[in-house]
């Protein structure tokens, strides 16, 4: 299975970008990279997904390197909203089902 | 506000009893799923219902019994629990399943086992 590494945590000022980092170098081809949040008390939230190409949504943008061994999400203005747990997974592709593999997750905290 | 619905909230619980977790969805998804968390862990995911039929069941105990009564519906019926399995109970739905669609996520069932 393809795993994922991230910080344990991270911190970000108010109104700056949060760049998170993954590693996921044992991932294949056909693997798509996947990024959620918790908030606290909450369900995790989908933010954004991606295979080879960079990519942007209203929520962040999702930057992958041109090996794939590495990811970065970024949230260009951090509110205090944003702090949560953030999970990098690949969707691995287990024969003729997939799975979501997550990685243990970065705590975010934006500080005022 | 999530469009998944889950009750109870919070649930107690002991070893010797029957209660039944509930989840719903009005989103036309036709893929639910009911996710394990413990604290300070990622979600494990326990059981895949993909147009009803139960397509994954990744190795769970028994005395957890999944049901899903139509496509907007998904239980968790449990029973004979130990206090090990107390943690958050996530159910969570998509468009469709092989994860080709995003997972929608509800907010979750806190069980305590006592």
């Known amino acids: 299975d393809a795993k994922t590494t991230q910080p344990t945590s991270m911190d970000c000022a108010e109104g700056r970008a949060a760049n998170l980092p993954c590693n996921h170098s044992?991932?294949?081809?056909?693997?798509?990279v996947y990024w959620y949040r918790q908030i606290h008390s909450q369900g995790p939230q989908y933010i954004i997904h991606g295979l080879k190409n960079n990519e942007t949504n209203e929520m962040a943008s999702l930057i992958i390197t041109e090996d794939r061994k590495s990811s970065t999400l970024i949230l260009p203005h951090a509110t205090l909203r944003d702090t949560a747990v953030y999970y990098c997974?690949?969707?691995?592709?287990?024969?003729?089902?997939?799975?979501?593999?997550w990685g243990l997750g970065t705590s975010l905290a934006v500080n005022p | 506000d999530t469009e998944v619905t889950q009750t109870p909230k919070h649930l107690v619980m002991g070893m010797t009893n029957k209660k039944s977790l509930k989840c719903e969805q009005h989103m036309g998804h036709r893929a639910m799923y009911w996710y394990k968390q413990k604290a300070k862990k990622p979600p494990e995911l326990m059981f895949v219902y993909s147009y009803e039929k139960l397509s994954i069941n990744e190795s769970v105990p028994s005395r957890f019994s999944p049901e899903c009564p139509n496509s907007s519906l998904l239980n968790l019926h449990l029973h004979a629990l130990q206090p090990e399995d107390s943690a958050l109970y996530l159910c969570?739905?998509?468009?469709?399943?092989?994860?080709?669609?995003?997972?929608?996520f509800g907010n979750g069932t806190r069980l305590t086992v006592t």
């Open positions: 969570a739905s998509s468009r469709q399943g092989g994860y080709n669609s995003p997972l929608h």
């Open positions: 997974i690949v969707r691995y592709n287990a024969g003729n089902n997939r799975k979501l593999i």
């Open positions: 044992t991932i294949s081809g056909n693997e798509y």
